[in-house]
């Protein structure tokens, strides 16, 4: 019947996933690399690694193959857009241990976890994928310079690698947007190499002064940009979207409200690249059953 064509590649290591789950289940195929494919002796520039095909009387088997594989690889990469979060001011030693087991079960990018946890969480996480987050000056952001910097150092030498600091909104209403950047700038480099993800509550900045201040903090040296705390109003996509083409530079995290995989994955391809939520296990858990994966 001849083999046809059953998917692209869009890098090499993704082919050898591919190739690797095709061979696995007796399938064969032809990997051709768009660098070594040639027409009329002339090479042709096309996008991606490479094109796998298989013989036609096995396509149905291997577009399953290739789904299935794609889905876990999608779930994966879910998994690490997640911080999972326990922010609750009522929250247990029990709770953190809960929250830490499935942040290494599903090995999500970050635990995010009130400042006096941070210690525990350093200890149990350590040698894992998952970073160890807290938050600075969580929820207000009404301290001043000195306060926050404290907090911000103390965080980072108990083991916080990723730091969460709440913008002082107060100046950016007073017309002093410079000084609230110069603060992040000041703490950036005092926890550095930890990261600084900045909170920036564009549900109370509104669309103007949203894309404003993230541009004012694209050179701040903060890696990222969050939406907010969750305690002004959830995640929207047009906040993500804004903050997005105004610091293209700078990773955007979502935060506030986000309980569902509809939710997560509307934000993410609106350009989040981290969610923050307590509901990462349930995200995870929706994901499977929609995907159909197993585990």
Not at 254 to 280: H, K, N, W, Y
């Amino acid at each position: 019947m001849g083999m046809i064509k059953l998917c692209v590649a869009d890098n090499r290591f993704e082919a050898d996933v591919l190739a690797g789950a095709l061979g696995d289940a007796g399938i064969e195929y032809v990997l051709r690399s768009y660098q070594d494919t040639a027409y009329d002796g002339l090479f042709v520039s096309q996008k991606g690694f490479g094109a796998i095909y298989v013989e036609q009387a096995d396509q149905q088997k291997a577009e399953a193959i290739i789904r299935e594989v794609s889905q876990a690889n999608s779930l994966a990469a879910l998994a690490r857009s997640i911080d999972h979060t326990l922010l609750k001011p009522e929250a247990t030693l029990d709770d953190l241990g809960r929250l830490l087991d499935q942040c290494l079960e599903n090995n999500f990018a970050a635990a995010c976890v009130c400042p006096w946890m941070v210690p525990r969480a350093a200890e149990v996480l350590k040698g894992s994928e998952v970073a160890v987050c807290t938050v600075v000056d969580f929820p207000l952001g009404m301290s001043d310079y000195g306060g926050k910097l404290a907090q911000a150092v103390e965080a980072a030498k108990c083991g916080a690698v990723e730091l969460d600091v709440v913008l002082n909104r107060g100046l950016v209403f007073s017309g002093d947007l410079g000084r609230a950047v110069d603060e992040i700038a000041a703490i950036v480099q005092a926890v550095s190499p930890a990261e600084v993800k900045v909170i920036m509550e564009t549900s109370e900045l509104g669309p103007r002064l949203t894309a404003e201040v993230a541009a004012a903090l694209a050179p701040s040296g903060a890696a990222w940009l969050k939406t907010g705390s969750g305690h002004y109003g959830p995640a929207t996509v047009e906040d993500v979207r804004i903050m997005r083409l105004a610091a293209a530079d700078l990773g955007i995290k979502a935060a506030g409200g986000i309980r569902d995989l509809d939710q997560a994955m509307a934000l993410i391809e609106a350009g989040a690249g981290r969610l923050g939520t307590s509901s990462g296990a349930q995200i995870i858990k929706q994901a499977r059953d929609k995907w159909n994966l197993d585990g």
